[in-house]
T-cell receptor
Framework: NAGVTQTPKFQVLKTGQSMTLQCAQD?????MSWYRQDPGMGLRLIHYSVGAGITDQGEVPNGYNVSRSTTEDFPLRLLSAAPSQTSVYFC??????????????FGPGTRLTVL | GQQLNQSPQSMFIQEGEDVSMNCTSSSIFNTWLWYKQDPGEGPVLLIA?????ELTSNGRLTAQFGITRKDSFLNISASIPSDVGIYFC???????????FGRGTSLIVHP
């Protein structure tokens, strides 16, 4: 298993540009989520999904869109990038049932800079 | 917003010392999770706790689920340089499956 993969690893955008951060998992996990990590702020939930076709907002959803057309993929879209979105973005997945319920597996992160 | 208070924010210790950090919440948690994040990497699960009062070890790490279900502790014994990183507590508050994360404890170990 590759686990949770994220692309790209690094990205620099200009203000107003759009882009999609990719996330994929091969563990057949139902639950997937996106976090952003800023210095001293820990991990803040942006959006999450409990299965294909179902998404919901987390703590800091403004400026981001998500979709979940398959169990494996959960892309995060920035429609019009702003400097405040400079951050490290982590995708995570977890099974919703079984002995490992609630334990999240994280990808390696995407480091985004918006100029 | 975040419901978990994690302390201390940072620790600077000498190799061989023991480390203690804790997490408190205003809500009851059914699960407590402790993660470690190495520099430049994503967080990795260290220990998961599922019952109030539970004490679980993973090598030199020991974590406890507080009996009030509103706190948890992580101890690292005989620290080594590779213990360097950020340690996060996390868990879904009771009735939720959406995990909340603490702000992390940054650990630096001097050889």
């Amino acid at each position: 298993n590759a686990g949770v993969t994220q692309t790209p690893k690094f990205q620099v955008l200009k203000t107003g540009q759009s882009m999609t951060l990719q996330c994929a998992q091969d563990m057949n996990h139902e639950y997937m989520s996106w976090y952003r990590q800023d210095p001293g702020m820990g991990l803040r939930l942006i959006h999450y999904s409990v299965g294909a076709g179902i998404t919901d907002q987390g703590e800091v959803p403004n400026g981001y869109n998500v979709s979940r057309s398959t169990t494996e993929d959960f892309p995060l879209r920035l429609l019009s990038a702003a400097p405040s979105q400079t951050s490290v973005y982590f995708c995570a997945s977890t099974p919703l049932a079984g002995g490992e319920a609630d334990t999240q597996y994280f990808g390696p992160g995407t480091r985004l800079t918006v100029l | 917003g975040q419901q978990l208070n994690q302390s201390p924010q940072s620790m600077f210790i000498q190799e061989g010392e023991d480390v203690s950090m804790n997490c408190t919440s205003s809500s009851i948690f059914n699960t407590w999770l402790w993660y470690k994040q190495d520099p430049g990497e994503g967080p990795v699960l260290l220990i998961a706790l599922y019952k109030a009062g539970e004490l679980t070890s993973n090598g030199r790490l020991t974590a406890q689920f507080g009996i009030t279900r509103k706190d948890s502790f992580l101890n690292i014994s005989a620290s080594i340089p590779s213990d360097v990183g950020i340690y996060f507590c996390a868990g879904p508050p009771g009735g939720s499956y959406i995990p909340t994360f603490g702000r992390g404890t940054s650990l630096i170990v001097h050889p």
